[in-house]
């Protein structure tokens, strides 16, 4: 999961920003998502619970959907396949053609709903790490405590006057940052 942050760091050239910490600080969360929950259990509030358990579904969701993704693919090609092998005259080439169009319609509406978990999901990580990180969760363990680390150097080599917006990512480029490897670390 990390790997899929580090090209994203990589693409955009900005190892030192804070929000790119706070993900990534997100994603190392995640990767030790069961050894959170049983040793910092008393440490995490009912939100932030709530919160992860949203993004494993969500993340878990995602899975579901590129699978999905996959089997339209193929239905697609083989629809193709399919054609190029008819006659135009044939009745099953109609069929076939209204088959290509129910599944390249599901296709899409499913690539936009994995796009938008995916948006929502690095949100969340986001989230996720800024609190982990504002509130020294996990400190006790070397590669939390090396990003909060960063993150402490980087604070305090803002500038003052620099506005902060929300938080929240909004222009990741969704096709380098692809959560649904995350996911695949999760489950696999």
Do not use: W
């Amino acid at each position: 999961m990390l790997a899929v942050v580090n090209e994203y760091h990589k693409s955009k050239g900005s190892d030192g920003n804070m929000k790119n910490l706070f993900i990534s600080v997100g994603c190392l969360i995640i990767e030790n998502y069961a050894q959170v929950i049983l040793k910092y259990n008393d440490q995490l509030s009912p939100e932030l619970k709530r919160q992860l358990t949203l993004l494993v579904n969500n993340l878990q969701i995602c899975t579901q959907l590129q699978n999905r993704i996959s089997g339209l693919e193929e239905g697609i090609t083989e629809s193709n396949e399919k054609l190029e092998e008819l006659p135009y005259d044939s009745e099953m080439r109609e069929e076939i053609i209204k088959r290509k169009k129910r599944l390249n319609k599901s296709l899409v509406r499913k690539e936009k709903k994995l796009s938008q978990l995916n948006q929502e999901n690095v949100n969340f990580l986001l989230r996720l790490g800024r609190q982990f990180y504002e509130q020294r969760l996990l400190d006790d363990n070397e590669e939390f405590s090396k990003l909060y680390d960063k993150l402490d150097c980087i604070a305090a080599n803002k500038e003052s006057n620099s506005s902060e917006d929300d938080g929240l990512a909004t222009d990741f480029d969704i096709n380098m940052f692809n959560l649904n490897n995350l996911m695949a670390s999760l489950i696999y």
